[in-house]
């Protein structure tokens, strides 16, 4: 049915990273939601009166906020498949992540009213009144939920939408809760105490959980979260493929919305290779990564002395003596600068990122020393980057 839906009403469809077609999946979802939650909303909401069950109706108003959300999902589709502007050279992709901040809030603002409900109805219970026809319609909303929850992951991860990610999850919980809701109504009739307002507060929490999951997970994209291991990864293989290429440092992911992806890497080349060569290897190592993966690609090549067997001899030690010092460090741009009386070995080392500010400078010592006792001419002058393990 989903991928049904997909062929029928989206041009190109297998072409996720085209912006036309990413918004076309947003709108597609975002009017499904609508319906969807239009309906199951009007469905609570009669079972909620005719059972009166302040469950039910807490249930029927939490659609109400999905389809708030899928109004803010549609919206987002459209604002952020807008052409970049000079305001804003790398796009507006970030305005699903903004989407999807508005889409928790609204989750988190209507189980706080809900919760006021459910409060007051443990206060003053009312009696619930079983009835065949609101248990069945609320069987099918599970039903319908669930359908939603695959249908909105689906899409989600075709186009790498937070948005969407989030609007399935917050499907499943509501799949769980009205489930609940009707387990506990039928219950309920059969006990001498009131349990729906408890049920309720049951519901509350459940969005709570949804929404400030959702919030957090928005946050970190927000903030400039670590990038994908496996994206990080296939573009070191990438990298690293290239015709004399030997090795990369400080590569940087920058993360501008889904599919607007900006990678920056060092690559480093025998300082005698022939510039012109090197140049179109980067291109061609560049525009691969752009096909494949979706990612703009800068490489910036460090040349590196490859056929001095004292410069060879001493980045091998000094590689040894940063390992000793801590497993985790690396160490890349290696160069020397002599004179007379003072030898600068020049490098950076690379630390994880989180290392605390005084273990690096102790451990620093500890290395600048070591390179002082193998020879009392050598000067370490280090500087220090980060890297995601």
């Known amino acids: 049915m989903v991928r049904f839906l997909i062929r029928k009403y989206i ?36 079972a909620g009166i005719v059972t009166g ?18 109004v803010v999902s549609v919206i987002s589709a459209k604002l952020s498949n807008q052409r970049p502007d000079a305001d804003h050279p790398y796009g507006h992709g970030r305005y699903e992540y903004i989407a999807s901040l508005f889409v928790a809030a609204m ?6 009213e809900l919760l006021k409900s ?3 109805k443990i206060r003053n219970p009312t009696e619930v009144h079983l009835a065949i026809l609101p248990l069945i319609l609320l069987c099918v909303s599970v039903a319908i939920k669930v359908w939603m929850f695959f249908f909105n992951r689906y899409i989600g991860r075709e186009i790498d939408a937070p948005v969407l990610r989030a609007t399935a999850a917050d499907s499943l919980n509501d799949a769980i809760s009205t489930g609940a809701v009707i387990i506990t109504t039928v219950i309920g009739t059969f006990l001498p105490f009131a349990i729906d307002g408890y049920v309720g ?6 969005i709570f959980k949804a929404g400030l999951g959702i919030m957090k997970e928005t946050i970190d994209l927000l903030l400039g979260r670590a990038p994908d291991k496996e994206l990080v990864a296939r573009i070191g293989e990438i990298v690293t493929s290239g015709e004399g290429i030997i090795g990369i440092h400080d590569l940087i992911v920058n993360d501008y919305g889904p599919g607007r992806c900006i990678a920056s890497v060092h690559a480093e080349i025998p300082a005698k290779a022939n510039i012109i060569r090197a140049h179109e290897i980067i291109d061609a190592l560049e525009m691969r990564i752009s096909e494949e993966l979706g990612v703009i690609m800068v490489i910036h090549m460090d040349p590196v002395i490859t056929d001095d067997p004292h410069i060879n001899a001493l980045r091998e030690w000094v590689t040894a003596a940063v390992s000793g010092v801590d497993e985790s460090y690396t160490m890349h741009d290696f160069r020397i600068t002599e004179g007379e009386e003072r030898i600068n070995l020049i490098f950076d080392v690379a630390v994880p990122v989180g290392t605390p500010e005084k273990k690096i400078t102790a451990d620093l010592d500890v290395l600048k020393k070591a390179i002082r006792a193998k020879d009392s001419r050598y000067a ?3 500087a220090v980057d980060t890297y995601v393990p």
Not at 13 to 31: F, I, K, P
Not at 201 to 206: E, M, N
């Open 11 to 46: 041009k190109n469809y297998e072409n996720t990273q085209d912006r036309t077609v990413r918004a076309a999946y947003g709108t597609l979802a975002g009017v499904l939601g609508m319906v969807c939650n239009f309906l199951l909303c009007g469905i609570k909401l009669f």
């Open 118 to 120: 459910s409060v007051d």
């Open 107 to 112: 989750i988190l603002m209507v189980g706080i």
């Open 380 to 382: 370490a002058v280090i």
């Open 53 to 70: 069950s302040i469950a039910v109706t807490s249930d029927a108003f939490n659609n109400l906020s999905d389809m708030g959300a899928s």
């Open 201 to 206: 507060i049951f519901v509350c929490l459940l």
